[in-house]
C-alpha cells in the first residue's frame, strides 16, 4: 500500500509540472501573500509542501501546525526588491491532545515613495506609501501517527496612499508521513477567498459629465469605480524523504508541484544536510518549468542551539531573481 501512495505521489508531482496553461500574471490581488517567509525553506527552493519542525512551515502547509512539539516564536526579515521591506512574525501554541495553535503577522512596505507627473517629473513635493498586512489564526491536529491536517484564516489589507482594499481567506493542508524515516506526502491550497476592491478618497474627484458640450460644471462629485479581483489561489502537492546517515548526519530531499489561479504551473526541488544536528546546508531551485520565470537557484545555511529548556535557530537563505537581482532573507527563531 505504501508503495502504491508513493508512486501515486510521484506521478501527481511529473503531471501537474508539464501541464501547460495560460499565464494569468497581474490578474489577482495580494500578491505579497505569495512571499514565503522561511528562509530555511527558501533555501530549499521553497519546497515546502511536506515540511514541518518549524513553526513558518504552517505557511506552506497548515498540516505543519499539528506537528508542533513545543510552545515557540520565529521572525524573518527580507529586503525585497526594489528597496521594499519585507517583514514576518509567527508563534506557536501546544495544547496536547487538542492540537495545536498558530498565529502570523505578514507586512509588507514600500517606504515613502516621491508623486511624480508629467508636468512635474521631478516631483510635486508630495509622497505616498504603499503598504500590505495579512493578520491570521490556524489550527492544526495529529489525527494519527502518521497523518495530520490544518487550517489557517487570516484577514488582509492592501493600501496605495489613502485607498485601500480588505479580503478573508483560507488556507488548509493535509501531511502524510508513510513512516519515520520514509517519504512524506503533504498538499495543500492556500489563499481560497474573497474578491477586494479598492476604495478611498484617493477614487473620489471633481467631474463634469458634459464637459466637452457645456463645460460650465467641474465641480461635480464623482468617485471612479475600481475592479474586483480575486487571491492568487495556490494549489501546492509535494513528497519528501529524509535520509539517515548514520547518528550525526541526516539529509532532507523535498520536490513540489505548484498550481498557481494567476501563472503556470512549475516544480521546487530542494535538499538540505544536517550535521551534528548543529549545522545545516541547504539548495534548490524553484519554480522550475514555470513560463517566463526569473526565480531559480538557492542556497541556504543554518545553525541549531539546543539545551533541554530551550532552542535557537538561525537561518540564511540567498534567492535568485535573475534580471530583478538576488534577495537575502533572515529568519531568527525560538521555542520552548
Known amino acids: 500500500m505504501a508503495k502504491k501512495i508513493t508512486f501515486l505521489a510521484f506521478l501527481l508531482v511529473l503531471a501537474a509540472a508539464h501541464l501547460c496553461a495560460q499565464s494569468k500574471t497581474g490578474t489577482t490581488i495580494g500578491q505579497f501573500l505569495l512571499i514565503e517567509p522561511s528562509a530555511r525553506i527558501a533555501g530549499m527552493g521553497n519546497a515546502g509542501a511536506t515540511m514541518y519542525g518549524e513553526i513558518q512551515a504552517a505557511y506552506y502547509n497548515p498540516a505543519a501546525i499539528g506537528l508542533f512539539s513545543s510552545t515557540g516564536v520565529q521572525f524573518s526579515y527580507v529586503p ?9 512574525a509567527c508563534a506557536a ?11 502570523g503577522v505578514t507586512s509588507l512596505n514600500s517606504g515613502e515613495i516621491d508623486v511624480r507627473t508629467v508636468a512635474q517629473e521631478h516631483g510635486t513635493g508630495e509622497r505616498y506609501t504603499v503598504s500590505d498586512v495579512a493578520i491570521g489564526i490556524g489550527y492544526g491536529r495529529q489525527i494519527s501517527e502518521r497523518f495530520s491536517v490544518g487550517i489557517q484564516a487570516f484577514y488582509l489589507q492592501e493600501t496605495i496612499w489613502h485607498s485601500s482594499l480588505n479580503a ?3 488556507s488548509v493542508g493535509t501531511l502524510y508521513r508513510i513512516s519515520a524515516n ?9 489563499n481560497f477567498g474573497t ?5 478611498g478618497r484617493d477614487l473620489r474627484i471633481k467631474y463634469d459629465q458634459n464637459l466637452e458640450a457645456y463645460g460650465d460644471n467641474g465641480v461635480l462629485p464623482a468617485e471612479l469605480l475600481t475592479g474586483e479581483f480575486p487571491l492568487p489561489v495556490l494549489f501546492r502537492v509535494g513528497v519528501g524523504l529524509p535520509v539517515e546517515l548514520g547518528e550525526q548526519n541526516r539529509l532532507n530531499f523535498a520536490v513540489d508541484a505548484l498550481h498557481r489561479s494567476d501563472n503556470t504551473e512549475s516544480m521546487n526541488l530542494g535538499m538540505e544536510w544536517e550535521f551534528l544536528h548543529t549545522l545545516m546546508l541547504r539548495g534548490g531551485y524553484q519554480d522550475l518549468f514555470q513560463k517566463d520565470s526569473e526565480t531559480g537557484l538557492t542556497l541556504g545555511v543554518g545553525v541549531l542551539f539546543a539545551t533541554d529548556a530551550l532552542k535557537l535557530t538561525f ?9 530583478l537581482e538576488k534577495v537575502n532573507m533572515l529568519t531568527l527563531g525560538a521555542s520552548f
Open 315 to 323: 537561518d540564511y537563505a540567498w534567492v535568485d531573481h535573475g534580471r
Open 80 to 88: 525585497w526588491i526594489a528597496g521594499i521591506n519585507y517583514d514576518f
Open 93 to 103: 501554541f501546544t495544547l496536547g491532545s487538542f492540537g495545536n495553535l498558530y498565529a
Open 168 to 170: 478573508f481567506a483560507l
Open 195 to 199: 474578491r477586494g476592491r479598492y476604495d
Open 182 to 190: 520514509g517519504f512524506h506526502i503533504g498538499a495543500s491550497i492556500s
